[in-house]
């Protein structure tokens, strides 16, 4: 018998009340995605993994839906690899993949957290709807391998293995020196032999360019991390099979949306992404530490953004918040003091941390930026209106600079707020509302509604 989970809302009922609606008749906070650039993003990525010719496993826990994970896999590729952070998430694209497969995809999910024992059972039933080579988990300890034995008797196949490497983000993962802890190596060797588990890799997940503020110094970070993993086959060398293909995998999507500046027009004659092109291609063109090996970059929030990617300028050619972030939430101003009340002009919005999440971002001290065009920015101003201070549900809006200049919102406005991290602001909602930028009638008018999963 499977655990009670949260039930998941009837998608067409939502679609009849919200759909047609403009955002300033929703009920409030709301989540708000523009499929306009979220589809920008996602085929941007797609087609800078395909310049380099380097695998990609797109991560879903950024947003948890069906609609999105489409996008960020595409249509074209014969491999079809994903990251899910939790099995429901691994449950709900489930119609997806089986799609893939029947469509002749090679569909392969890898379980995000090295394998806890107790969801062995659950993900070799998820792995059985799919099939053989469905299903990779990661791995850095050796008790962990009971429960990929557990996964082998009850799927009938083996799961695939990520070694989890940790290139110093401290996370997960063990040091590049020290992967065979406990025999870990060998023992994952013993059950390769026995036909019980498949060892596909070096998987490392390293967050550090999070506090990068260009370009360069993002592209460097991922090309430090690929040197890492391989720096961890050179040291773990004699614990692996002689000739077998191994998969590095490396990313976050700072520094892997910034692939992205290696194939435009004006990376030929820019040297900063020189360190991160040759290092890419160490993989893709030689035989490091003897082993014939694949590049795979793994990412997520890269197709929505927020205000920390934006921060990072890992794509420094990317336009304002309003129009490359995908995610906001929709909330409304219920009061202004631009008459000396405060020290400075602040407006009070009916949305808090249970709305938008309590992100830091490295960049700035808010918790969240109001879209320029919520409150007709004059072309050129870089004064910001933030979310300068936040409680349960509601915030205090406030001129980042402290300027003394009024609040140009009214009481009972809608205003679309930018969150630091979508991962956290999306959890806090059930469903997405659509909308279209691309088209002039579809801006600001909902015209579709994407559920997303909610639990573990």
């Not at 569909?107 to 107790?118: A, D, E, K, Q």
């Not at 808090?352 to 919520?374: D, Q």
């Not at 809006?397 to 919102?409: F, T, Y």
Request: charged share 20%; net charge negative.
């Amino acid at each position: 018998m499977a655990a009670p989970q949260r039930p998941t809302p009837d998608v067409e009922e939502l679609r009849r009340f919200y759909v047609g609606k403009l955002i300033t008749e929703l009920p409030m906070p709301a989540a708000v995605l523009d499929v306009a650039p979220l589809k920008r993003h996602c085929k941007a990525m797609l087609d800078a993994v395909d310049s380099l010719g380097v695998g990609f496993r797109a991560h879903v826990k950024t947003h948890k839906t069906v609609e999105v994970a489409r996008l960020q896999i595409g249509e074209t590729s014969k491999d079809v690899n994903i990251v899910v952070s939790t099995l429901l998430e691994f449950e709900h694209v489930l119609p997806l993949l089986e799609e893939c497969r029947d469509n002749g995809r090679n569909v392969n999910v890898l379980y995000g957290i090295p394998l806890p024992p107790s969801r062995a059972a659950a993900l070799a039933v998820l792995g059985q709807r799919i099939g053989p080579g469905s299903v990779s988990v990661m791995i850095d300890h050796a008790s962990q391998l009971t429960a990929v034995e557990r996964f082998y008797e009850l799927a009938g196949f083996p799961a695939g293995i990520y070694v989890k490497v940790d290139t110093g983000y401290h996370r997960a993962g063990l040091p590049p020196a020290g992967l065979n802890k406990n025999s870990l190596l060998e023992k994952i060797a013993q059950l390769e032999s026995e036909g019980k588990a498949n060892l596909i890799g070096l998987y490392s997940h390293s967050s550090l360019s999070y506090n990068d503020s260009t370009a360069k110094q993002a592209m460097d970070n991922l090309a430090d991390e690929i040197k890492g993993c391989v720096e961890a086959l050179q040291n773990n060398a004699a614990h692996f099979k002689p000739g077998k293909q191994l998969t590095i995998s490396v990313g976050a999507s700072p520094q892997v949306a910034s692939i992205e500046n290696l194939t435009r027009p004006a990376a030929a004659g820019s040297p900063d992404g020189d360190h991160l092109r040759q290092t890419i291609q160490q993989i893709t063109q030689n035989i490091p530490a003897g082993f014939r090996t694949k590049l795979e970059l793994h990412a997520g929030v890269y197709s929505l953004l927020d205000v920390q990617q934006m921060s990072t300028q890992a794509r420094g050619f990317l336009g304002a918040i309003d129009d490359e972030v995908a995610i906001s939430v929709v909330a409304e101003v219920v009061s202004v003091y631009n008459n000396g009340e405060r020290e400075t002009p602040e407006a009070l919005v009916a949305v808090g941390t249970l709305g938008l999440g309590r992100e830091p971002c490295a960049a700035y001290s808010g918790w969240g930026v109001i879209g320029p065009k919520s409150f007709s920015a004059e072309p050129g101003n870089k004064t910001r209106l933030i979310v300068k201070r936040i409680s349960q549900e509601h915030s205090i809006l406030a001129w980042e600079s402290n300027s003394q200049d009024p609040i140009p919102l009214e009481v009972g406005q809608s205003i679309r707020i930018y969150p630091n991290h979508a991962c956290v602001t999306g959890a806090m909602y059930g469903w997405y509302l659509v909308v279209d930028s691309s088209e002039k009638e579809t801006a600001e008018r909902i015209v579709d509604v994407w559920v997303r999963v909610s639990g573990w």
